[in-house]
C-alpha cells in the first residue's frame, strides 16, 4: 500500500509539473511583435501600487483593489495607443480598515464625492522597442493635471487559461498631491506620490 502510495504522489507531482510547461504561453516581446487590437483589463492580474514618503523614515505603501482600464494598440503605429484607466478611490487599501476608510474618506480622496480617478491619454512617444511614454491628464479630486506614464511593454501571447490573446505592461508615474488639493500633513506626509502598475489586458 505505501509503494502505490509513493507512486501515486510521484505521479501527481509530475503531472502538476508538466502542467506547468503546458501553461507557459509563447510570450513574444517588443512592440512590433504584439497583435493589434481593443483590450479590456484583466482585473485579477492587475496591481495598482502607491507608495508616499512617511516623516523621512520609510515609504508607506498602499494600492487600490478596484480598477479598469481600455487600451487600443496597434504595432504598425504604436505612436496612437490610446489607454484609458479608472480607480475607484474607495477600494483603497493600506492593510488597516480603519485607516483604509480614514483615507476614503472626505478629508483625503472624499469618495463619496469623487469616486473616481481617471487617466486619459492624449499623446505616446515611444522610448524604444519595449517603452513608450503615456503622456495624459489624471482627473482627481476634480481637479485635472497632466502626468507622464513610463510603460514597459512586457510582450504578448494566448493565454491557456482564458483563451484570450493577453498583452502585459508595467507603468510608473509621480506626480505631487497638492496639484490636486490633498496638501495634508506636508511635509511630514510626502507631497510626491509614486503610483507603480502591473496589468495584463484581454483583446475583447
Aim: proline letters at 3%; one cysteine or more; charged letters at 20%.
Amino acid at each position: 500500500m505505501n509503494i502505490l502510495r509513493g507512486l501515486f504522489f510521484m505521479l501527481t507531482v509530475f503531472f502538476l509539473h508538466g502542467c506547468g510547461y503546458l501553461l507557459q504561453p509563447d510570450v513574444k516581446q517588443g512592440m512590433a511583435n504584439l497583435e493589434k487590437g481593443e483590450y479590456e483589463l484583466d482585473p485579477r492580474h492587475t496591481t495598482v501600487l502607491f507608495k508616499v514618503d512617511h516623516l523621512g523614515l520609510s515609504k508607506f505603501v498602499g494600492r487600490f483593489n478596484r480598477v479598469d482600464a481600455s487600451l487600443d494598440f496597434d504595432p504598425a503605429n504604436p505612436g496612437a495607443a490610446k489607454l484609458t484607466a479608472v480607480i475607484y478611490t474607495a477600494s483603497i487599501d493600506v492593510n488597516d480598515t480603519d485607516f483604509s476608510a480614514t483615507l476614503a474618506g472626505r478629508s483625503w480622496f472624499n469618495s463619496e464625492r469623487f469616486p473616481e480617478a481617471q487617466f486619459v491619454t492624449r499623446a505616446v512617444e515611444l522610448v524604444d522597442g519595449t517603452r513608450a511614454r503615456f503622456i495624459g491628464d489624471l482627473t482627481l479630486l476634480g481637479v485635472t493635471a497632466p502626468i507622464t506614464l513610463d510603460v514597459q511593454f512586457n510582450g504578448g501571447a494566448d493565454n491557456m487559461l482564458t483563451g484570450r490573446y493577453t498583452l502585459g505592461f508595467s507603468a510608473v508615474t509621480r506626480f505631487n498631491r497638492s496639484q490636486f488639493g490633498m496638501d495634508q500633513y506636508i511635509p511630514a506626509v510626502g507631497d510626491q506620490v509614486e503610483v507603480e502598475v502591473h496589468a495584463e489586458f484581454l483583446r475583447r
